[in-house]
C-alpha cells in the first residue's frame, strides 16, 4: 500500500516555465489537498478537491491551477513559475467521510530561479 | 474566515520538563483537529486525530485535548526528551467545504 505519492521529489525551474506536480493516492479517498510550505512557517492550502472532477480554490490559489479527472490524481500545475512559487509542496487525501484523518505525501521541493 | 493560530512560534525547556502546545481557530463548526510533528526538512507524521465530539486523546506520553465551544486544542507533551526535538503542527477540518486549514507550527527544542 503506497498510501500518497507525490511526484516528482525535486525540481528546479527557471523563471516563466510551466510544470504539473503529481499527487497519487490508491486508498480510494474522495478529498484530495495541494499546500505550501515556506520556511518557518506552516501548510498553506493551495486548491483542494472533495471528489473527482471537482476542484476548489484554498487560501492561496493565485499562480496555480488543478485538476482532478480521475479519482486517484490530483494534478498541481504552474502555468508561467515565478520565484515567489519556490517552496515545498505537500499533497494530502482523505476519506470521503465527515470525520476521516488526512494522509500526507513526503512532499516535493521546487525551486524557480 | 476560516483560521487557525498556534502560540508560541517557538518553545525551548529542559529535558523532563512536561509542556503544553496550544492551537487556536476561529470557527466551532469543526470535523475534527489533528496534530502532526515534522522533522527538519522531512514530511509530516501524523500524532492524534481527536474528533469533534471527543473531549482528549492519548497516545503515549502525548494527550490532546479539544474544547470546540471556546475553539481550542491543546497538545501535552509528559516527560519530553531531546528526540521531541520538531515542529508541532495543528490542523483543522472545517465542516464548511471540507477545508483542512494548518496552523503555523510551534518548533519545539528540547534540550538535555
Known amino acids: 500500500n503506497a498510501g500518497v505519492t507525490q511526484t516528482p521529489k525535486f525540481r528546479v525551474l527557471k523563471t516563466g516555465q510551466s510544470m504539473t506536480l503529481l499527487c497519487a493516492q490508491d486508498?480510494?479517498?474522495?478529498?484530495m489537498y495541494w499546500y505550501r510550505q515556506d520556511p518557518g512557517m506552516g501548510l498553506r492550502l493551495i486548491h483542494y478537491?472533495?471528489?473527482?472532477?471537482?476542484?476548489a480554490k484554498g487560501e492561496v490559489p493565485d499562480g496555480y491551477n488543478v485538476s482532478r479527472l480521475k479519482k486517484q490524481n490530483f494534478l498541481l500545475g504552474l502555468e508561467s513559475a515565478a520565484p515567489s512559487q519556490t517552496s515545498v509542496y505537500f499533497c494530502?487525501?482523505?476519506?470521503?467521510?465527515?470525520?476521516?484523518?488526512?494522509?500526507f505525501g513526503q512532499g516535493t521541493r521546487l525551486t524557480v530561479v | 474566515k476560516q483560521e487557525v493560530t498556534q502560540i508560541p512560534a517557538a518553545l525551548s525547556v529542559p529535558e523532563g520538563e512536561n509542556l503544553v502546545l496550544n492551537c487556536s481557530f476561529t470557527?466551532?463548526?469543526?470535523?475534527?483537529l489533528q496534530w502532526f510533528r515534522q522533522d527538519p526538512g522531512k514530511g509530516l507524521t501524523s500524532l492524534l486525530l481527536?474528533?469533534?465530539?471527543?473531549r482528549e486523546q492519548t497516545s503515549g506520553r502525548l494527550n490532546a485535548s479539544l474544547d470546540k465551544s471556546s475553539g481550542r486544542s491543546t497538545l501535552y507533551i509528559a516527560a519530553s526528551q531531546p528526540g521531541d526535538s520538531a515542529t508541532y503542527l495543528c490542523?483543522?477540518?472545517?465542516?464548511?467545504?471540507?477545508?483542512?486549514?494548518f496552523g503555523q507550527g510551534t518548533e519545539l527544542s528540547v534540550k538535555p
Open positions: 486508498m480510494n479517498h474522495e478529498y
Open positions: 478537491s472533495v471528489g473527482e472532477g471537482t476542484t
Open positions: 494530502a487525501s482523505r476519506r470521503g467521510t465527515d470525520y476521516s484523518e488526512a494522509f
Open positions: 490542523a483543522v477540518l472545517y465542516n464548511q467545504g471540507g477545508k483542512l486549514i
Open positions: 470557527d466551532s463548526a469543526i470535523y475534527n
Open positions: 481527536i474528533q469533534s465530539s471527543q
